[in-house]
């Protein structure tokens, strides 16, 4: 007997009717919290405690923060392109790079977690994929999400 293999592909808006933002959202919300005055009195307090980056690699990064035509996605691109390309900055670009991930990962997480109750009532508007699993075993599911909804769907 051959086997039906089937693959389900979650794009960026999957989760959006649960309350989790889109890429120019997520960024809107990134950009309104990282303020230039922030961002330099974190550099400043890491350099307190014997890290921070120089001054011409955060003047890039707030440059960076402030176009208007560049998504988390396409900043965070940036500071990896940039972590290769200036070899004596490598470090400080990486390091940015990876704060920022984590900055990322913190807001979403605690969307979850603050919006877990709504999320959970909510998960009925998934049902399909239930359907699709039942009738497709094993179902691979491959999400473009930061989230944890598929998660959640698959739990449920």
Same mark, same amino acid.
């Given at each position: ?22 890429? #120019? ?7 309104? #919290? ?11 307090? #890491? ?26 996605? @396409?900043?965070?691109?940036? *500071? ?7 070899? @004596?900055? @490598? ?7 990876? #704060? ?22 909510? *998960?009925? *508007? ?13 179902l691979w599911v ?5 989230? @944890? ?8």
């Amino acid at each position: 007997m051959e086997r039906k293999l089937t693959g389900l592909f979650l794009g960026a808006g999957a989760s959006y009717n649960v309350s989790m933002p889109l890429v #120019w959202e997520l960024t809107a919300e990134l950009k309104n #919290w990282l303020t230039v005055e922030k961002l330099k009195r974190f550099n400043a307090g #890491w350099k307190q405690e014997g890290g921070g980056h120089p001054d011409e690699v955060i003047e890039d990064f707030i440059s960076v923060l402030a176009r208007g035509d560049l998504h988390y996605e @396409s900043i965070l691109g940036y *500071l990896e392109v940039q972590s290769r390309r200036q070899r @004596s900055l @490598s470090s400080d670009y990486h390091s940015l790079y990876a #704060w920022l991930v984590q900055m990322i990962y913190y807001t979403l997480y605690f969307k979850h977690v603050k919006g877990a109750d709504f999320i959970v009532r909510n *998960l009925e *508007l998934y049902r399909g994929v239930v359907h699709l699993y039942e009738e497709n075993t094993p179902l691979w599911v491959f999400s473009l999400n930061h989230d @944890s909804i598929i998660e959640m769907i698959a739990k449920k």
